[in-house]
């Protein structure tokens, strides 16, 4: 993949680095992005046919279906860029309807051309960003939850799309196999995404960092907090609402990155059930 411009002048690498995800999104969402394509393409090349009708992590959707989702969220971001770039329509779909049918459509092609227009759109996608200047890298895109955001922003988001569901593939990756700094961002977005409901009321998280230093988010010394404690990649697995299928999906045949388990919820310092997660997008 390659990155808007080089870094060939202080002023210019300066005016370029703006462009980028920030640290906080991601040291490199540039390089996430591409080892979570290539990862992802590995996977669905490696399943037999005959596997990809079969069950993915989320509800109701096979590995098929997540495949899908995933090529079909590529051409979104191409759709918009390419609208960005000609000043036009700058939204990933129409509609959720016209997202959804595109998905239906392509989760029913035969298993060869399901893996071929995954890789073909997230090519595509990397084509499209590295044609990108500095001028259009700082224009807004309309995102599939339409919100206006930089197009810079989306080398995260695809980032996030591509790790995230490679998890939910069921093939015994999990949180653990996500680079760390990406865990943390993922488990930073979904609690500004409760805080911001309100969701996260009564609820607090300790974890590790990427960087080794301890992480909390919320009041974990309020007593009357439930407090959910484990490491980066099983907090984030609660967090995203996918901990409790990864460990069910954790078979001595299809062993899992996260051998830790589930993580641990305590009130006032004692143990209690492990909550479910509020809703995340």
């Not at 990864?246 to 051998?259: G, M, N, R």
Request: include cysteine; hydrophobic fraction near 40%.
């Amino acid at each position: 993949m390659t990155t808007p411009t080089p870094d060939s002048a202080n002023a210019d690498a300066a005016t370029t680095q703006s462009n980028r995800p920030t640290a906080a999104e991601s040291t490199d969402a540039f390089a996430l992005a591409e080892q979570g394509e290539r990862a992802f393409s590995e996977q669905i090349a490696a399943l037999p046919d005959g596997e990809l009708s079969g069950p993915s992590l989320l509800p109701g959707w096979s590995r098929a279906t997540v495949i899908a989702h995933v090529a079909c969220n590529a051409a979104g971001f191409i759709r918009a860029t390419q609208g960005v770039i000609a000043g036009g329509d700058t939204r990933m779909y129409d509609d959720r309807a016209q997202r959804d049918a595109q998905i239906a459509a392509l989760e029913t092609a035969p298993p060869a051309e399901l893996r071929r227009r995954s890789d073909e759109e997230s090519r595509r996608l990397q084509d499209t960003w590295a044609g990108l200047s500095d001028e259009q890298w700082r224009l807004t895109f309309t995102s599939g939850q339409g919100k206006l955001l930089p197009v810079r922003r989306s080398v995260v988001f695809r980032a996030r799309e591509v790790w995230v569901h490679l998890v939910d593939l069921n093939v015994g990756v999990g949180f653990g196999s996500v680079p760390a700094p990406l865990r943390e961002a993922v488990l930073r977005e979904v609690w500004l995404s409760w805080t911001t409901r309100g969701a996260d009321d009564g609820l607090a998280i300790t974890t590790t960092a990427s960087d080794g230093a301890p992480l909390t988010l919320g009041a974990a010394e309020d007593p009357a907090v439930t407090v959910v404690s484990g490491t980066l990649a099983q907090v984030t697995a609660w967090a995203t609402g996918r901990a409790k299928s990864i460990a069910t999906a954790t078979t001595a045949d299809q062993p899992t990155d996260q051998p830790d388990g589930l993580p641990q919820a305590t009130l006032a310092g004692l143990p209690v059930p492990l909550p479910q997660a509020p809703g995340w997008i």
